[in-house]
């Protein structure tokens, strides 16, 4: 059983930055694609990014140019850079590792409130 733990939310001013880390348990975390998803209030969970194995990365559309997502292997940890936050942005947010053919892990979720 694989265990995700996210940290670094909070809250913060319009047009401010947060960073949100995800650690993993276990020893395949290389061999997992993985995701940041939000749910903010009175919505559905949505996805945010992604990056795979490989590193290759793909956002909303509501995030592109303001959010980056990145891992470390070495670590066990992804992460998500969020630039220029807007109040939009405030949710949960949570961490997502799926390993080939299995079901996906989550996280517990970190919360983000975006206001002045």
């Known amino acids: 059983q694989v265990q995700l733990v996210e940290s670094g939310g909070g809250l913060v001013q319009p047009g401010g930055s947060l960073r949100l880390s995800c650690a993993a348990s276990?020893?395949?975390?290389?061999?997992?694609?993985l995701g940041w998803y939000r749910q903010g209030p009175g919505k559905r969970r949505e996805l945010v990014a992604t990056i795979t194995t490989g590193g290759k990365t793909a956002y909303a559309d509501s995030v592109k140019g303001r959010f980056t997502i990145s891992r470390d292997n070495a670590k066990n940890t992804v992460y998500l850079q969020m630039n220029s936050l807007k109040p939009e942005d405030t949710a949960v947010y949570y961490c997502?590792?799926?390993?080939?053919?299995?079901?996906?892990?989550w996280g517990q979720g970190t919360q983000v409130t975006v206001s002045s």
């Open positions: 276990g020893s395949r975390f290389s061999f997992y694609a």
């Open positions: 997502n590792a799926a390993d080939a053919g299995q079901t996906p892990y």
